[in-house]
Structures are given as structure tokens and as C-alpha cells.
């Protein structure tokens, strides 16, 4: 999303002593973060925090950060829709995998099968930044995009954006990278925003998205993508829904689900060829020790001790909802559900599960990323682990041009490619890059030990997460329902 010079202007100003603090005491190592961050990622982080925490109106954070920059320069993007099926297969999958894994506790609404709207993105070499987009169809800008490519790999991507916030077009910088350095391309999926389409409203949208390049529904643009050519792709959000999906295809084939009815054709319940994410958050109740302890080195702000949110957005006509619910993204009872919060999923569900990659950095969700890569691998999954020292949440997109986040989205593609031209790693490998070294020197660790959490700790840090929220939404919902009744007289 670009800004005016006036509206930076009108958003840094009141900042300014705010900016000269952090660099000050970062230049005299007197803050506690310059031991492994310099004064300009100190100072970015700083300013990050301190504009997410003005609270805004759901509607208009989602307005705000959905909005189309343009197209143009040597970004190709083809857009394209996934016309919504008409079998009801697919939602009763999903539901099955859903009950499959849960314990009969859960509450939620089965969604609507509705229409999925994408973008295959490409990157074309030499062509100026600010050459226009040019005017031909959607199907001639997918044929350009084809004319661009050099390898098969195909880079199914899910936006970031605490699942209520962004989509394809703010991420675009990021997947033309990716698209760029595989010598492939992405295919972004628009999946449904919470708190509108709660769970399992994305799962959903981004299964019929998968489905749709194994068997692309007719009038589309592309051909069927084979299995072996697919990598599941994501940041923050849009990690735990790459990993979600992979775990709701798992869980469908040990049901003996074989196969889904999608637009009159059978379509195979097939892996992909891996799962490559970006500091993916996998514990929605945020609930581990390093959101307090990494919050210096973060922009997320850290929840409350009984989990409330110091930037919840004000109340308008999308939120609270009605009913209310005390998570944005789910129901309560919902939260350690593994198809919502995969850390809770035990190892032995990851048995079978294609390679995987993740990036993190010293970040607040630094305990569930690591846990999370642990239990895949107890679970026998292959993890190729990657984590840089003193860096805040996806801070390769934050940080583009830095020497962490070059490594970063190096070594991000190189799995992707890897993965889709048959060199897929035959074991797990852990690494964290030293802050401030140029290029970044990374130091092995074995996965076993990556974390000092125990599963049992991290266990009871997320039930008790869930029962204060629990509890919450049920005196919210009291509290609605007597102002219901007392309208009603």
C-alpha cells in the first residue's frame, strides 16, 4: 500500500520525538534492544507499534489495508475467479475433518460455498517501475505471465493480516519476489475476512483454491498443476492457513476420503509438494511466554494477562458481531482446535506431511513457531528452519533490502524450487542467523532442542488462554442477549 507525502507527513510528525528517543539510546547502547537490533530497525519498530496502537473501526482498518495500489512495472498479475461449486462435497469434508480432529466441544457455523477470487502473479525482468499495466484481458495478462516463466513451480499463496486485515494485492511485493526467484509463480487467494466470515470460512476458500489447479473449473485461465509442482505458501495469518490446509488434507486421507467432487469432476486428495511459511502464527489465543518477552523487539502489541487485546478496533457495525465473540477470527470454544491453532495438534498428526519450511525471527510469536517445528518433527515431518536474531514479526517484508531479509527470501525460494523440481531435503535442519552479521552467519541447533517449552507447558498456557476467553464471550453474549430481550419489550 503506497502513502501520500502529505498523509507520511501528517503520520510521522507527532512522532518525531518518538523517533529521536529510539535512535538516541540505540546509538548508545542504552536500549534493550541494540544488543541485536541496529537503530533503524529499533526505530521502524517503534514507529510500527506506536500507529497500530491508535485504534481504529473494524471497517475502516479492513478498507484501509484492502486497498489496490495498481498495477504496474514488471509485476504481472492476472486475475482471475473460481466459480463457487455447486456439490456440497467439499463442506461435508471439511466438516468431517473438523469433527474429526475436535473433541464434540466446538461451536461453529459451516459456511456458504461461494466464489473465490485470485491472482497469478509473475515477475518480468526489465521493465521500468512505473510502466503501465497493459490494456488486454485477464487471459492475455495470464498467456504474458506464461511467456515469463522458467520453472513449474507454482507458489499457492495466502495473504497475511491477522485473517481480518489485507489480502492479494497488499502482498503483492512479496509474491512477485518469491515468483522472481523461483523463476514460477504464485497464485494469491482472497480468501473470506473475519470477523464477517469467521472460521472456517478461509479454510474452505482456500481449499476450493487448491482444488482449482489440481482441476481448474472451465472458463479459467489455467491448465491442471500437478501435485509435485505445488507449494502451500504464507505469512503471519496466511502461514497458519498453509499449515491448516495441509492438515485438513492429512486428516481427510486417514479418514479414507480418496477423492472430492469439485465442478463434476473427482478430484484426488493429493499432498502438495511442500509448505513454505513466514513467521506463521499457529496459536490464535496467543497464549506463549515470548509474547511478553520478545514484545521490546516486536510491533505486535503482547494481549493482556487474560488475553484481551490493547489495540482491539472500536466498536461499529462488523464488530463486535451479533452475537458477540470474544475472538475476532472464531468462536472461543473453537480456539485449540487444530484446524485453528495447528500448535495444538499432537505430533502423531503431522506423520505423513510433506516438507516444510519456516522463518521466523526473535519475535513475539517466537515460542508457538518454534514448538510448532518441533512437533512436526517428533511427528517425522522433514522442517527446514530458519531463524534471525533480533528481527521482529515477517520482518523480511518489513525490512526488504536488508541482509536478513535477503538471506530470508533466498532461502524461502530455494525451498520452494527445490521442493518442485525433486530435491527435496532428506532430513530436518534448524539454523539462527547472529544479529548484525553481513552477510548472516548461521549457527545450527538441533529441532529437539530448539525450544525449552515443554508440549505439556504449552498445553496449559493455551487452555488457560481459551477459558479466560471463554469466559468472556459468555458474559458478552449474556450481557447481549438480556439487551435483546429488554429491545424486544
Known amino acids: ?148 516463466i522458467s520453472s513449474p513451480t507454482t507458489i499457492l499463496y495466502f495473504h497475511g493480516g491477522a485473517y481480518f486485515l489485507m489480502d492479494p494485492a497488499t502482498h503483492r511485493t512479496t509474491t512477485s519476489r518469491l515468483a522472481k526467484l523461483t523463476g514460477g509463480r504464485c497464485y494469491s487467494v482472497r480468501y473470506r475476512l473475519a470477523p464477517q466470515h469467521p472460521f472456517p470460512s478461509q479454510l474452505l476458500d482456500a481449499f476450493i483454491a487448491y482444488l482449482s489447479l489440481l482441476s481448474p473449473p472451465q472458463g479459467m485461465h489455467h491448465e491442471p498443476v500437478s501435485t509435485r509442482h505445488i507449494v502451500f505458501a504464507g505469512d503471519s495469518a496466511g502461514g497458519n492457513l498453509a499449515i491448516a490446509l495441509m492438515l485438513l488434507l492429512l486428516t481427510l486421507k486417514r479418514k479414507g476420503i480418496q477423492s472430492i467432487n469439485f465442478h463434476g469432476a473427482e478430484v484426488s486428495i493429493e499432498l502438495p509438494g511442500g509448505v513454505a511459511i513466514n513467521s506463521p502464527w499457529v496459536d490464535i489465543g496467543l497464549a506463549l511466554p515470548s509474547l511478553q518477552r520478545n514484545a521490546h523487539f516486536d510491533y505486535l502489541d503482547p494481549p493482556s494477562a487474560v488475553g484481551l487485546s490493547k489495540t482491539e478496533p472500536l466498536p461499529d457495525d462488523l464488530w463486535p458481531t451479533s452475537p458477540p465473540r470474544a475472538e475476532i477470527f472464531c468462536n472461543a470454544s473453537m480456539m485449540m482446535h487444530p484446524l485453528a491453532s495447528p500448535l495444538a495438534a499432537p505430533p502423531k498428526l503431522w506423520e505423513g506431511m510433506p516438507p516444510i519450511f519456516m522463518c521466523l525471527g526473535n519475535e513475539s510469536l517466537e515460542d508457538e513457531i518454534t514448538l510448532m517445528a518441533r512437533k512436526m518433527h517428533q511427528g517425522g515431518g522433514i522442517v527446514d528452519f530458519a531463524g ?56 545450527d541447533v538441533e529441532l529437539d532442542q530448539i525450544s525449552q517449552i515443554s508440549d505439556e507447558e504449552a498445553f496449559k498456557f493455551m487452555k488457560k488462554r481459551q477459558e479466560q476467553s471463554m469466559n468472556r464471550e459468555q458474559e458478552a453474549v449474556t450481557k447481549w442477549q438480556e439487551q435483546q430481550s429488554r429491545a424486544k419489550l
Open 388 to 443: 534471525f536474531e533480533g528481527m521482529p514479526h515477517c520482518f523480511a517484508m518489513v525490512f526488504p533490502a536488508s541482509p536478513m531479509a535477503r538471506d530470508c527470501f533466498e532461502r524461502w525460494a530455494k525451498f520452494c524450487s527445490n521442493t518442485t523440481q525433486g530435491e527435496r531435503r532428506k532430513s530436518s535442519r534448524a539454523c539462527w542467523a547472529k544479529a548484525f552479521s553481513n552477510p548472516p552467519e548461521h549457527e
Open 1 to 148: 500500500m503506497g502513502a501520500s507525502p502529505s498523509a507520511l507527513i501528517r503520520l510521522l510528525l507527532p512522532r518525531i520525538p518518538l523517533i529521536l528517543k529510539t535512535a538516541l539510546l540505540n546509538i548508545l547502547s542504552l536500549s534493550e534492544n541494540s544488543s541485536r537490533q541496529d537503530a533503524r530497525t529499533e526505530i521502524t519498530v517503534a514507529l510500527i507499534r506506536s500507529i497500530t496502537q491508535v485504534r481504529k473501526p473494524m471497517r475502516f482498518l479492513q478498507r484501509v489495508s484492502t486497498r489496490d495500489p495498481g498495477i504496474k512495472g514488471p509485476v504481472l498479475v492476472s486475475k482471475d475467479t473460481i466459480p463457487a461449486p455447486i456439490d456440497h462435497t467439499i463442506r461435508d469434508a471439511l466438516d468431517t475433518a473438523i469433527r474429526e480432529l475436535g473433541d464434540g466441544s466446538e461451536t461453529y457455523t459451516l459456511p456458504e460455498i461461494v466464489a473465490v477470487e485470485t491472482e497469478w502473479i509473475t515477475y518480468k525482468a526489465g521493465v521500468p517501475a512505473n510502466e503501465p499495466r497493459a490494456d488486454v484481458t485477464e487471459r492475455g495478462h495470464y498467456q504474458t505471465i506464461m511467456e515469463n
